[in-house]
T-cell receptor, first 112, second 112 residues
Framework: DAGITQSPRYKITETGRQVTLMCHQTWSHSYMFWYRQDLGHGLRLIYY???????DKGEVPDGYVVSRSKTENFPLTLESATRSQTSVYFC???????????FGPGTRLTVT | GQQLNQSPQSMFIQEGEDVSMNCTSSSIFNTWLWYKQDPGEGPVLLIALYKAGELTSNGRLTAQFGITRKDSFLNISASIPSDVGIYFC????????????FGKGTLLTVNP
């Protein structure tokens, strides 16, 4: 049971480049979330999705784009990466009507 | 917006000792969740609480949903080295809002 996976696990990119982080879940959960985790800030919500083709902004959406054409996938794109986007990114999912979110293993992104 | 105050920020204990940590909020939550994050991994759900006053155990872990619905507590009994990690609380206000509010975490170190 794969659960929720993220790829790549580690990524180094240059300022200004576009980079896409992938998230895939096998539970058919309706809701999916993207967070970034930084020292001193904890987990902050970037975007979330209630279902395929339904997405909404979280706390820190600027500089990020998401899509959800299929229930199981929720990619996060940094259109033009900046050093301030160096962080650890976590994807999570939850069933409809329930609060419990299940997290992926994370992607550590470094923007040079 | 909603904020969670999690304390203590860090703890350094001897193996075998019991541990207590808590989260308080200025707002009411309908669900409290406790997660553990190991280094380099994503948060893993430990315990979910759904009713005010509820006390729930998971092995050596016991968590309580505060009677005011504004706080929650996590206790770990007879700590072992693998308990090392960051423990997060999260609150969910319910309804159609599926977002979680996270505490900043408690870093637990266990000395063998």
């Amino acid at each position: 049971d794969a659960g929720i996976t993220q790829s790549p696990r580690y990524k180094i990119t240059e300022t200004g480049r576009q980079v896409t982080l992938m998230c895939h879940q096998t539970w058919s959960h309706s809701y999916m979330f993207w967070y970034r985790q930084d020292l001193g800030h904890g987990l902050r919500l970037i975007y979330y999705s209630a279902a395929a083709d339904i997405t909404d902004k979280g706390e820190v959406p600027d500089g990020y784009v998401v899509s959800r054409s299929k229930t199981e996938n929720f990619p996060l794109t940094l259109e033009s990466a900046t050093r301030s986007q160096t962080s650890v990114y976590f994807c999570a999912s939850s069933e409809r009507e329930l609060a419990e979110q299940y997290f992926g293993p994370g992607t550590r992104l470094t923007v040079t | 917006g909603q904020q969670l105050n999690q304390s203590p920020q860090s703890m350094f204990i001897q193996e075998g000792e019991d541990v207590s940590m808590n989260c308080t909020s200025s707002s009411i939550f309908n669900t409290w969740l406790w997660y553990k994050q190991d280094p380099g991994e994503g948060p893993v759900l430990l315990i979910a609480l759904y009713k005010a006053g509820e006390l729930t155990s998971n092995g050596r872990l016991t968590a309580q949903f505060g009677i005011t619905r504004k706080d929650s507590f996590l206790n770990i009994s007879a700590s072992i080295p693998s308990d090392v990690g960051i423990y997060f609380c999260a609150g969910h206000s319910g309804g159609s809002n599926y977002k979680l509010t996270f505490g900043k975490g408690t870093l637990l170190t266990v000395n063998p």
